[in-house]
């Protein structure tokens, strides 16, 4: 393949634009605050799923003290009920009598038992209700921190678009100088090594690094000006210049 040298040179500022797109794709990749965002909105769904879950145990123990409380009621009023039968001297049979006292202290005892069992379930029901408030209280700091965290990566994502937009440019009024034959290759080489032009300086390919040989030299020295030669070793294409050492 035969290329005008400006238009190989030209390969070389091709390649650096190249380059600076490739590594503002990694680091659109590779923002923390993707990582930051990813642990965040797996920490909102885990905060999410752990307030249904002290809500649904917060109300069945409202219902659970509803309920104990409606037991408490039930026995009061009987003992109420009985108490004033007793007070009222109606029960005169010393049998009955009896009965009706045994009942009474049977259901003061019932009736102080339900009303443990209604202090204990308060006590859990304030405590369940401490915890979905604690919980809602992390989502609201960890949605906060989830939207600053996605206004810094858009305000990022911005900034690498911008100057991605402006290489780019730049890009396409190269190509537009350098022929298709040889933008092919170019692209070619590209894609089978991150690197489609290198440099010869030296002696050197400064895409793989690799110095090249004393046949390889005498070679490249004996080929014309405009024929596109390409490393041995990376089989990029290599650019003649005043610094080649040839």
């Not at 007793?86 to 029960?91: A, E, I, K």
């Not at 960890?142 to 939207?147: A, E, K, Q, R």
């Not at 810094?152 to 900034?159: G, I, P, S, V």
């Amino acid at each position: 393949m035969k290329a005008a040298p400006e238009a190989q040179k030209r390969l070389l500022d091709l390649a650096e634009l190249d380059t600076g797109l490739d590594r503002l794709r990694h680091r659109r990749r590779s923002l923390p605050e993707l990582a930051e965002i990813d642990e965040l909105s797996k920490r909102l769904a885990q905060v999410s799923t752990q307030i249904i879950a002290a809500e649904t145990e917060a109300g069945d123990l409202a219902r659970d003290q509803a309920k104990a409380e409606s037991d408490v009621d039930a026995v009061r009023v009987r003992v109420e009920r009985d108490q004033k039968r007793l007070d009222s001297g109606q029960v005169s049979s010393p049998k009955d009598l009896a009965s009706l006292q045994s009942e009474i202290v049977s259901l003061r005892r019932r009736q102080s038992d339900l009303e443990e069992v209604v202090l204990e379930i308060m006590e859990r029901r304030e405590a369940a209700d401490a915890r979905v408030a604690t919980l809602k209280s992390e989502r609201e700091e960890v949605t906060g921190s989830l939207h600053a965290a996605e206004d810094r990566r858009d305000a990022a994502f911005a900034e690498i678009d911008k100057a991605a937009g402006e290489l780019t440019s730049g890009r396409s009024a190269i190509t537009a100088d350098v022929p298709a034959d040889l933008l092919g290759l170019y692209e070619k080489m590209r894609e089978q090594t991150g690197v489609g032009a290198a440099m010869l300086h030296g002696g050197r390919c400064l895409g793989c690094r690799t110095s090249l040989s004393i046949a390889d030299l005498n070679r490249i020295r004996a080929a014309a000006h405009d024929e596109v030669v390409r490393c041995e070793e990376c089989r990029r294409i290599l650019v003649r210049t005043a610094e080649s050492g040839l």
